[in-house]
């Protein structure tokens, strides 16, 4: 039996003086947060781990986008399996600005002034659908010169590499995973303004191939090599299921850290906990594992900050 303690807080106190306290109270999410950060921690030092960094595109919309571009900028994740929004936002963002919105606005004045609503976020029709085609029609056709076929990790880091000469390309997570040389997967490339731009393109050239084959030999070969995996995973949908659906085939993840808002009642995804994956081998049976209730832009920072200064 460990007592509970009241927190301590004070001025000046280090974020992990803070993780500490949080540990310590013993209570609800606060200890959660203190758990996963320590599972991320023995994850990335843990020596032979492949880790998967697995994460839904809306964040990428707010400025959490400097956070997961500072993971891989620092290399500490392996792979990264993400949504085709990443992509659209990511880019977006190297080339326009996205604004401070509202949850509470007439959205149907919104979409009279041609703004886009994402929670809180507002996106200009010209920040997004706009500068995605007037930049990735060019690139296409200079991609497609090399050759019809690519895997969406390939055409990513085509991607990243071009914007080394950009004024905020250094601030996009698609430059980073390209200078690191870090494979980056899109299960779902065609469900967004990415993929739609290449759907765009392949109307005037009908044997460009977007190669998703490729991509899950890739996912295989290093699953199937791996001495131990873990993922941290932030939220659900197709980011979360690719990265356990193919970490099943290495007998499970052996470290998970879950982040979500969503609840296992219904049966999602989403919601599933780390004991459910338990049952398909998505989860190792001795795994260290938490899910941690709560929303990815106000948890992340906090533990990614804490993670960083223990490394």
Known sequence: MRPVKDM?????????????????????????????????????????????????ASICATGTRGVVKELVKRKLFDVVITTAGTLDHDLARVWKEYFHGSFMVDDRELHKKGVNRLGNIFIPLESYGAI?????????????????????????????????????????????????????????????AFGTQLWMYYQSHRDFIIDLFQDEQDLADMVFGAKKTGAFIMGGGISKHHTLWWNQFNEGLDYVVYITTALEYDGSLSGAQPREAISWGKVTEGAHTILIEGEATALIPLMVTALLERL
Request: glycine letters at 8%; proline letters at 5%.
């Open 132 to 192: 995605l085609e007037e930049k990735m029609q060019p690139t296409l056709q200079e991609v497609y010169a090399t050759k019809p076929r690519w895997s969406t990790k390939e055409l990513i880091w085509e991607f990243g590499s071009r914007l080394e000469q950009e004024k905020r390309g250094k601030e996009s997570i698609l430059y980073w995973v390209w200078k690191n040389q870090i494979p980056m997967y899109v299960p779902g490339i065609t469900d967004g």
């Open 8 to 56: 301590q807080l004070r001025s000046g106190m280090g974020i992990n003086d803070l993780i500490k306290e949080l540990y310590e109270s013993g209570g609800f999410t606060a200890k959660k947060v203190a758990v996963g950060v320590d599972i991320l921690e023995k994850m990335v030092k843990e020596k032979d781990c492949v880790t998967f960094l697995a994460f839904p």
